[in-house]
């Protein structure tokens, strides 16, 4: 496997009437060459042909955007979003090519996907700062791509979506104390949307 990538970002901060915004806004890919082979073999030397052999080049972009909002002290609420686009393309080498592997295609796939947090914090000494926070969001899973050329097939990207509610506290500049329950639920990604 060979890959590379890159993440470029840029952030502002800005006061207006009072309220601080923190914006951040960027891009980022990821390039992934794989070429998968497998062999029949017996104690690790080979006793016959390739079962498998493969090409595999998947790209993921993405651009995001994020919003920081506090309106007091004691209140933040960020608001944010990704878009993703994945690209991909199969080549089984196998020729004739194999019955009960991936087959050669090419394909892409995208989503979109949102997020809320709030944070609350009722204390903010020189001993105590404590926290309230309610976060909810969507993300996502990428499968082996190769399943969408095979029978059954999968969805490349797969939605998960998270929410979660906490508290965390700070106490004489040494203590982290942090208490949480989440939920996360996504499909299992079999079949094509």
């Keep these: 496997r060979t890959f590379f990538g890159a993440k470029l970002s840029y952030r502002v901060t800005h ?3 009072g309220v601080r915004f923190d914006t951040t806004v960027g891009a980022e890919a990821r390039n992934d ?9 017996a104690q690790r030397a080979r006793i016959g042909g390739a079962l498998r052999d493969g090409a595999i080049s998947e790209t993921l972009a993405g651009l995001f955007v994020n919003e920081e909002v506090t309106p007091w002290s004691w209140l933040r609420v960020n608001v944010g979003g990704r878009a993703d686009l994945l690209s991909f393309a199969v080549d089984d080498l196998i020729n004739p090519p194999s019955l009960i592997g991936p087959r050669s295609g090419v394909g892409s796939a995208h989503q979109l996907s949102p997020k809320v947090n709030v944070v609350v914090s ?11 926070y309610l976060n909810w969001g969507h993300g996502f899973h990428t499968n082996d ?6 029978d059954p097939k999968v969805t490349p990207l797969t939605r998960a979506i998270g929410e979660e509610v906490g508290s965390r506290a700070r106490l ?3 203590w982290d104390l942090a208490a949480t329950a989440w939920m996360f639920w996504g499909s299992l990604g079999m079949g094509m949307e």
């Design 15 to 17: 006061e207006l009437g």
């Design 172 to 174: 004489w500049e040494r």
């Design 145 to 150: 791509v190769r399943g969408v050329f095979a």
């Design 122 to 132: 009722p204390f903010q000494r020189e001993n105590l700062q404590w926290d309230v």
């Design 33 to 41: 060459d794989i070429h998968n082979q497998l062999w029949h073999d």
